[in-house]
């Protein structure tokens, strides 16, 4: 097998017109897949080299600042980053849950996102945050949000020359609370049964102005509620008004029965994780 390592974008998009030329970011799917035989890929084009991938720092949007997140950053260097400790602390909270220390030195969170698993970590907190995703080609860049991106388990928008190069998220407004809560099997190293990520903008009274809520783990991708929004606007995060929005929940969400847990387990705990707001 054929590894290379361009350094810019430019060689980049070179190595992957090759035949058969798959990329490589850190690997802890992929080379599973390779070791296993379930993957035959000739020639990998890994993209640790290319600095326009990685690196975090603000950055101007289209609707205003954001914090660009190179996608082959590793997940400790997500984690690590003073920023996003203080911006974005769900996603914070997320990735220190996700798999463990050498798997998080090694993975990225482009590759989080490739991988598109309903279970994914970093899939609902950014979600909740209205991230977009740069996606870059020999044609240029384009943007999409993360839902768009996602297209079911395995499958995303990426077409076959291009990569992703950034999640590029909006910063929220001063005082968001951020939450982020999984429940697994075990407690660590667990892949995530029901998770969920919540950003809620309060007024001074203690009602809810603004939510987003995204669920992982229930869904063939990421899943909203908004009609479980809807029905904290205007409400004190009570458990009386969190319990009528997690009965919407429970209705509305159509999680499947896996290895890992049934449908009507997933159903109740998306509802119950709902009711832990109450503690902010």
């Known amino acids: 097998m054929n590894v290379t390592f361009p350094t810019s974008l430019a060689e980049l998009f070179a190595s992957l017109a090759e035949p058969g030329a798959r990329v490589l970011a850190g690997g802890t799917d992929l080379l599973v897949r390779l070791r296993s035989g379930r993957d035959a890929s000739p020639a990998l084009v890994s993209l640790e080299r290319v600095p326009e991938l990685r690196g975090i720092g603000l950055a101007d949007g289209p609707a205003g600042q954001t914090l660009r997140l190179g996608a082959a950053s590793t997940l400790t260097e997500v984690l690590e ?125 203690g009602r809810v102005m603004d939510a987003r809520l995204a669920w992982g783990s229930v869904a063939p991708t990421v899943w909203r509620c908004p009609e479980a929004e809807a029905a904290l606007a205007g409400r004190r995060l009570t458990l009386t008004a969190l319990g009528r929005a997690a009965a919407i929940v429970r209705r509305r969400v159509r999680p499947i029965d896996d290895i890992r847990a049934s449908a009507g387990y997933r159903r109740e705990v998306a509802g119950n994780l709902l009711l832990r707001l109450a503690e902010l």
């Open 81 to 205: 980053h003073p920023l996003v400790h203080e911006l974005l602390p769900v996603l914070a909270r997320a990735l220190a849950v996700l798999g463990s220390p050498p798997i998080r030195n090694m993975g990225t969170l482009g590759g989080n996102l490739c991988t598109a698993s309903p279970a994914g970590d970093c899939l609902p907190p950014l979600a909740a945050l209205g991230a977009e995703l740069e996606l870059a080609s020999a044609r240029g860049l384009r943007r999409l949000p993360l839902e768009a991106f996602l297209l079911g388990p395995g499958r995303t928008a990426l077409v076959p020359d291009e990569v992703l190069a950034a999640v590029c998220v909006p910063l929220p407004e001063p005082g968001t609370l951020q939450h982020f809560e999984k429940v697994g099997r075990r407690n660590a190293l667990a892949i995530a049964v029901v998770s969920l990520a919540a950003l809620l903008r309060l007024d001074a009274s």
